[in-house]
């Protein structure tokens, strides 16, 4: 059974930062693709970032120029580092660990939430 363990969520103030981080198995860790994903109360769960195993990251355009998705292959970890947050950044914030589109896992969420 592969478990993700996400760390770091919190309240913050408009225009404040957080890191988030989640532990994979080092097993599979480095040959997957892992990506943040959150889901606000009443909406669809999004895609925030993503980081392929050779490093390539991929941004939802909201979060462009304020989120950095990272990977350390070393300690089996993928971080958010989440800068200037918004109101509209509060959710629930996922890591997922994907293989192939029919063979992924995800951890159990982390709430951020962010006051105006």
């Known amino acids: 059974q592969v478990q993700l363990v996400e760390s770091g969520g919190g309240l913050v103030q408009a225009g404040g930062s957080l890191r988030l981080l989640c532990v994979a198995p080092a097993s599979i860790f480095k040959i997957a693709t892992m990506a943040w994903y959150r889901q606000a109360p009443g909406k669809q769960r999004e895609l925030v970032a993503s980081i392929t195993s050779g490093g390539i990251t991929n941004y939802r355009d909201s979060v462009k120029d304020r989120f950095a998705i990272s990977r350390d292959n070393a300690k089996n970890t993928v971080a958010l580092q989440m800068n200037s947050l918004k109101p509209e950044d509060a959710a629930v914030y996922y890591c997922?660990?994907?293989?192939?589109?029919?063979?992924?896992?995800w951890g159990q969420g982390t709430q951020v939430a962010v006051s105006s």
């Open positions: 997922n660990l994907k293989i192939s589109p029919y063979n992924q896992y």
